[in-house]
């Protein structure tokens, strides 16, 4: 009997304290991803940014074009979408569903992304509610 009740609690356990905005960033992306809400790339993002689909643009720091960092930047300032800087490409690579994940679970192959636009939330999340309270206390 009790067998059975052990194995989901385990699974279930959630990281103790409040959430860091990494950590959320990822969880809404992959939300986005599973809802097909997600645009990949500068061509993607500067499209949905420009249609002004776009809820939220998470730009790299790291960018190797600076006319990139440039684009993105004018195009959320234009039309009011707040933007999000993250560190690394490759992070954000990761997080967007651009690699392959191994049988441990682990993140191969993963290609640098450096900008993606979240055109639907996808499920409501706590992430999401943290991404918002960050949201309204940059502006």
Known sequence: MSDVEGDDVPSAAVPSGPMD???AIQEVLKQALIADGLARGVREASKALDKRQ????ILAENCDEPMYKKLITALCMEHGIP???VDSNMKLGEWAGLCKIDQEGKARKVVK???CVVRD???ESPAHD???EYLKSQR
């Open 21 to 23: 905005i990494n950590t």
């Open 83 to 85: 933007l999000i800087k």
């Open 130 to 132: 943290v991404l918002q």
């Open 113 to 115: 992304c450096s900008s």
């Open 54 to 57: 776009a809820l939220l643009c």
């Open 121 to 123: 939330w996808g499920k």
